[in-house]
């Protein structure tokens, strides 16, 4: 069974940086997606089992980045210069499936702290 525990979240100023955690039970590849109220949900970041390929959704580049703990197994999301519109419930996902196409869920999520950033 897959068991994801996340960590952080919380409100920040734009501008501001924040850091979510998500530890797994196991290697698997890894993502997160965010869900803002009356939004459809949508992906954010993922990385491979390996840690070798990261992807990001186009409206985080450059800003946010995935990494993982491969002895730890935690996936981490750094987040930097958040905006207002990064308000959003962060859920991180096991087993996501990439493709250059599009970046699907796996079956597995976290609990999905909350991300709140004020302008």
């Known amino acids: 069974q897959v068991e994801l525990v996340e960590s952080g979240g919380g409100l920040v100023q734009a501008g501001g940086s924040l850091r979510l955690s998500c530890a797994a039970s196991g290697q698997y590849s890894m993502g997160w997606f965010r869900q803002a109220p009356g939004k459809e949900r949508e992906f954010v970041a993922g990385i491979s089992w390996s840690g070798g390929n990261t992807f990001y959704a186009d409206s985080v580049k450059g800003r946010f980045t995935i990494s993982r703990d491969a002895v730890k197994n935690v996936v981490y999301l750094q987040m930097s210069n958040l905006k207002f519109e990064d308000t959003a419930i962060y859920s991180c996902?096991?087993?996501?499936?990439?493709?250059?196409?599009?970046?699907?869920?796996?079956?597995?999520w976290g609990q999905g702290p909350q991300v709140t950033v004020s302008s």
């Open positions: 996902n096991a087993e996501i499936i990439h493709s250059v196409l599009a970046n699907s869920p796996g079956a597995y």
